[in-house]
């Protein structure tokens, strides 16, 4: 069998050298680990670094890939990696922390949820999902009836994905120590062939479309976790995605970009885009679907639906003479009915992404930050 | 969607552009005086599509700006003391202190949450009688009513673990120094409509009759901007200075009176600093004598505090209006959401973060206009 290949990864080129003990070359000195690039303002893990914005980025470009040095050369800025294990057969591998409170929440469990973001980390490198790991960290009390409720939810996800569980470990921390339960999910899955579906590959000309409504799943969990009432039952979108991915495929096999909006929301998702092909992209805010509901409750907080996590939406860079194929595709597929064009990539100001406002002007689409902050009034 | 669609209406909002553009004969200053007005006018890019001759100000109305570094240095310091539970709105959390900010003191295990009301906090100090509760009771006169209510509810309740750290803020007299400071260029205002809706619009009366200054309660969608803008430039023009009420959906001229009735009984008048601006006489709110006991600086002894403030900051100059966020030198670089050295590059409704998310220095986006 010929060796496992990977691809070396643009994020790491600029990065500097570090050696084993993780020091920066020519810095001599302490033995043991050091922070290489020191991370600006902080010199401790606040919310923000798990919010999948900026500090988030940060923190695996300033910490995690230069303390990793050589070992992460194949690491790519994308939810799964692909390896080729030669004999035309590569393999997508990718995974996922869940931390979500409450557990259950409308439309959906921590269960479903670490099942479907997998399988999506997966689909958006077009993979088909064979086989999953179940990690579980439990906090000592935890009702029995609740970890049935989440296991249970897991296993008809998995079925529903077509992908087995087959490997996990449990490990319990003392009461106080966790929310009840941690999950982590691995996955791997298989990447047809001819598939390249990557971040780079968003070219000027490409048109940006979304699979469907955003920012269910943020307001839906911020409602029920902070006992907001909105007079509405909005529900998480949580769905795997690797059907509508399949049905994309067909309608189109040279599919140039897909990314699931999750933490950070659809405005994280394109900046990573424009950064990493180093393009523009222009959105027209008017034809962004946001509904009703999340609109109200965005104007209440303070928030902006762009930033709120989706756990059930994609958004898809498509070469521009697929585009009808493309959308009638989607449009036939129950992930995928609202699916809409929302902009396209622009050779010009490349790495930033703009929005036409409702108005006619344009402004800046920046990701968030980190953790999102209601406003005071 | 009903009431928030009709107030972003592209033809509508042309109108009113082309209306503005009909009547202005010269160059006016006119000043938004609420930082969420600030956010929607550069977030839906209004600044852009106006007349050349109407320039836009930012005003002083961000609650989190304002609030003085002393002020957050005590709450940091509060925050930090072991079987406290400090309650905050959100955006408070990342105003940076003279060393640090509430998310570093949450991170060193200080016991930091996010309330969305002041009655949430009251929640939570009864459900942890042995801890001590504190509430960031900040904001202008649009937050003040819940605040008030919230201590004015301990007392009937008897919850004696509550305290709240009060630095509120009122803002005719922010207008009153604005027109007075010789270095001063506004020809007319926008009012916050939000603290209005408290207030009423009598408080506004002398201002405008004293400095023959047009001021026009605003609301907070494009089209109520627009439209707020267009009413000022009429007077302007029409050389009127008065006290107009383009938010009539939710202001009254008498205000909210129950509202009134309690911010009179829990608070009282008192010289208040202004984060990078200064004190201002008569221009905040205390706890009155009466509610001292709910007084979280009493409590904890922190009064005073020695602090530092980044000389480089140009806030107070941005929040007076003086110069534009991105005039500053530190603007995108030095300073930025990630790294502020002042507090208007943290909160929503500040300008300098509404200048750095919806714009970048040198960048291609430019006016269109229609």
Same mark, same amino acid.
């Given at each position: 069998?010929?060796?496992?290949?990977?691809?070396?990864?643009?994020?790491?080129?600029?990065?500097?050298?570090?050696?084993?003990?993780?020091?920066?070359?020519?810095?001599?000195?302490?033995?043991?680990?050091?922070?290489?690039?020191?991370?600006?303002?902080?010199?401790?893990?606040? %919310?923000?670094?798990?919010?999948?914005?900026?500090?988030?980025?940060?923190?695996?470009?300033? %910490?995690?890939?230069?303390?990793?040095?050589?070992?992460?050369?194949?690491?790519?800025?994308?939810?799964?990696?692909?390896?080729?294990?030669?004999?035309?057969?590569?393999?997508?591998?990718?995974?996922?922390?869940?931390?979500?409170?409450?557990?259950?929440?409308?439309?959906?469990?921590?269960?479903?949820?670490?099942?479907?973001?997998?399988?999506?980390?997966?689909?958006?490198?077009?993979?088909?999902?064979?086989?999953?790991?179940?990690?579980?960290?439990?906090?000592?009390?935890?009702?029995?009836?609740? %970890?049935?409720?989440?296991?249970?939810?897991?296993?008809?996800?998995?079925?529903?994905?077509?992908?087995?569980?087959?490997?996990?470990?449990?490990?319990?921390?003392?009461?106080?120590?966790?929310?009840?339960?941690?999950?982590?999910?691995?996955?791997?899955?298989?990447?047809?062939?001819?598939?390249?579906?990557?971040?780079?590959?968003?070219?000027?000309?490409?048109?940006?479309?979304?699979?469907?409504?955003?920012?269910?799943?943020?307001?839906?969990?911020?409602?029920?976790?902070?006992?907001?009432?909105?007079?509405?039952?909005?529900?998480?979108?949580?769905?795997?995605?690797?059907?509508?991915?399949?049905?994309?495929?067909?309608?189109?096999?040279?599919?140039?970009?897909?990314?699931?909006?999750?933490?950070?929301?659809?405005?994280?998702?394109?900046?990573?885009?424009?950064?990493?092909?180093?393009?523009?992209?222009?959105?027209?805010?008017?034809?962004?679907?946001?509904?009703?509901?999340?609109?109200?409750?965005?104007?209440?907080?303070?928030?902006?639906?762009?930033?709120?996590?989706?756990?059930?939406?994609?958004?898809?860079?498509?070469?521009?003479?697929?585009?009808?194929?493309?959308?009638?595709?989607?449009?036939?597929?129950?992930?995928?009915?609202?699916?809409?064009?929302?902009?396209?990539?622009?050779?010009?100001?490349?790495?930033?992404?703009?929005?036409?406002?409702? %108005?006619?002007?344009?402004?800046?689409?920046?990701?968030?930050?980190?953790?999102?902050?209601?406003?005071?009034? | 969607?009903?009431?928030?669609?009709?107030?972003?209406?592209?033809?509508?909002?042309? +109108?009113?552009?082309?209306?503005?553009?009909?009547?202005?004969?010269?160059?006016?200053?006119?000043?938004?005086?609420?930082?969420?007005?600030?956010?929607?006018?550069?977030?839906?890019?209004?600044?852009?599509?106006?007349?050349?001759?109407?320039?836009?100000?930012?005003?002083?109305?961000?609650?989190?700006?304002?609030?003085?570094?002393?002020?957050?240095?005590?709450?940091?310091?509060?925050?930090?003391?072991?079987?406290?539970?400090?309650?905050?709105?959100?955006?408070?959390?990342?105003?940076?202190?003279?060393?640090?900010?509430?998310?570093?003191?949450?991170?060193?295990?200080?016991?930091?949450?996010?309330?969305?009301?002041?009655?949430?906090?009251?929640?939570?100090?009864?459900?942890?009688?042995?801890?001590?509760?504190?509430?960031?009771?900040?904001?202008?006169?649009?937050?003040?009513?819940?605040?008030?209510?919230?201590?004015?509810?301990?007392?009937?309740?008897?919850?004696?673990?509550?305290?709240?750290?009060?630095?509120?803020?009122?803002?005719?007299?922010?207008?009153?120094?604005?027109?007075?400071?010789?270095?001063?260029?506004?020809?007319?205002?926008?009012?916050?409509?939000?603290?209005?809706?408290?207030?009423?619009?009598?408080?506004?009366?002398?201002?405008?009759?004293?400095?023959?200054?047009?001021?026009?309660?605003?609301?907070?969608?494009?089209?109520?901007?627009?439209?707020?803008?267009?009413?000022?430039?009429?007077?302007?023009?029409?050389?009127?200075?008065?006290?107009?009420?383009?938010?009539?959906?939710?202001?009254?001229?008498?205000?909210?009176?129950?509202?009134?009735?309690?911010?009179?009984?829990?608070?009282?008048?008192?010289?208040?600093?202004?984060?990078?601006?200064?004190?201002?006489?008569?221009?905040?709110?205390?706890?009155?004598?009466?509610?001292?006991?709910?007084?979280?600086?009493?409590?904890?002894?922190?009064?005073?505090?020695?602090?530092?403030?980044?000389?480089?900051?140009?806030?107070?100059?941005?929040?007076?209006?003086?110069?534009?966020?991105?005039?500053?030198?530190?603007?995108?670089?030095?300073? +930025?959401?990630?790294?502020?050295?002042?507090?208007?590059?943290?909160?929503?409704?500040?300008?300098?973060?509404?200048?750095?998310?919806?714009?970048?220095?040198?960048?291609?986006?430019?006016?269109?206009?229609?």
């Amino acid at each position: 069998m010929p060796p496992i290949t990977g691809t070396d990864a643009p994020v790491s080129r600029s990065l500097p050298v570090v050696d084993d003990l993780g020091r920066e070359d020519g810095a001599g000195g302490g033995a043991g680990w050091s922070c290489p690039v020191p991370l600006r303002d902080h010199d401790r893990i606040v %919310l923000g670094h798990g919010g999948g914005g900026l500090l988030s980025s940060e923190l695996i470009e300033h %910490l995690f890939l230069p303390a990793f040095g050589d070992a992460a050369r194949w690491a790519t800025p994308t939810d799964a990696h692909v390896l080729d294990l030669g004999h035309d057969t590569r393999i997508a591998f990718s995974t996922d922390t869940y931390v979500v409170r409450p557990l259950f929440f409308p439309g959906g469990d921590i269960g479903e949820l670490a099942v479907n973001g997998t399988v999506n980390d997966l689909a958006m490198r077009g993979a088909r999902p064979v086989a999953l790991s179940t990690g579980f960290v439990l906090e000592e009390g935890l009702e029995m009836e609740v %970890l049935g409720r989440v296991a249970t939810s897991m296993g008809r996800a998995a079925r529903r994905a077509g992908a087995q569980l087959v490997t996990g470990d449990t490990k319990v921390v003392e009461q106080g120590h966790g929310d009840g339960l941690y999950v982590n999910t691995a996955g791997i899955g298989l990447v047809p062939e001819g598939v390249d579906i990557q971040p780079d590959r968003a070219r000027p000309g490409d048109a940006v479309i979304v699979s469907g409504p955003i920012g269910l799943h943020g307001i839906a969990v911020l409602s029920v976790r902070e006992g907001l009432e909105f007079g509405t039952d909005l529900c998480s979108d949580t769905v795997a995605l690797h059907g509508l991915v399949a049905t994309m495929l067909a309608a189109c096999p040279d599919l140039h970009v897909l990314r699931d909006p999750t933490r950070g929301g659809l405005a994280a998702s394109l900046c990573e885009i424009a950064d990493t092909a180093g393009v523009g992209i222009e959105l027209e805010e008017r034809s962004i679907p946001v509904p009703d509901e999340v609109r109200a409750a965005c104007g209440f907080l303070g928030l902006d639906a762009m930033d709120l996590a989706n756990e059930g939406k994609l958004v898809a860079i498509v070469p521009h003479g697929s585009v009808d194929d493309v959308l009638a595709a989607m449009g036939a597929t129950d992930e995928g009915r609202a699916a809409t064009v929302i902009g396209r990539v622009t050779e010009e100001h490349p790495r930033l992404v703009v929005a036409r406002t409702g %108005l006619g002007a344009t402004r800046v689409v920046d990701r968030p930050l980190g953790e999102q902050l209601p406003r005071i009034c | 969607m009903k009431y928030l669609d009709e107030f972003q209406d592209p033809a509508l909002a042309r +109108t009113l552009l082309e209306q503005i553009d009909a009547v202005v004969t010269r160059p006016w200053a006119v000043m938004e005086v609420c930082g969420g007005q600030t956010h929607s006018i550069i977030r839906h890019g209004i600044d852009q599509l106006l007349s050349e001759q109407v320039e836009l100000i930012h005003g002083p109305g961000c609650p989190v700006c304002v609030t003085p570094l002393e002020m957050v240095d005590r709450a940091l310091a509060i925050a930090a003391r072991p079987g406290v539970v400090f309650c905050s709105f959100g955006d408070m959390l990342r105003v940076p202190g003279s060393g640090q900010d509430l998310f570093s003191v949450k991170a060193r295990g200080g016991d930091v949450r996010v309330v969305y009301s002041p009655l949430d906090a009251l929640d939570v100090a009864v459900d942890n009688p042995d801890k001590e509760v504190v509430f960031f009771g900040v904001g202008f006169e649009t937050t003040a009513p819940a605040n008030a209510m919230a201590v004015h509810q301990a007392r009937q309740r008897g919850i004696a673990n509550f305290s709240m750290l009060v630095s509120h803020v009122l803002v005719p007299p922010a207008l009153e120094a604005i027109m007075t400071a010789p270095s001063s260029r506004v020809d007319g205002f926008l009012a916050a409509g939000h603290v209005c809706t408290v207030m009423g619009t009598w408080q506004y009366e002398p201002l405008a009759e004293r400095f023959r200054v047009p001021i026009v309660v605003t609301g907070f969608e494009p089209l109520d901007v627009l439209d707020g803008i267009r009413r000022c430039v009429l007077q302007l023009e029409g050389g009127l200075g008065e006290v107009e009420n383009a938010y009539p959906r939710a202001v009254r001229p008498e205000g909210n009176r129950p509202a009134q009735v309690m911010l009179a009984e829990v608070f009282e008048v008192c010289d208040r600093q202004w984060r990078g601006i200064g004190t201002i006489p008569n221009s905040g709110w205390r706890l009155a004598p009466d509610y001292g006991d709910f007084d979280a600086e009493r409590r904890f002894d922190v009064v005073e505090l020695a602090v530092c403030e980044p000389e480089r900051c140009r806030a107070g100059e941005v929040l007076q209006g003086l110069i534009k966020p991105d005039a500053c030198e530190c603007f995108g670089n030095d300073c +930025t959401p990630r790294s502020p050295l002042g507090a208007p590059m943290v909160s929503n409704e500040g300008a300098c973060a509404a200048y750095y998310r919806y714009r970048r220095p040198g960048e291609p986006v430019t006016a269109r206009r229609g």
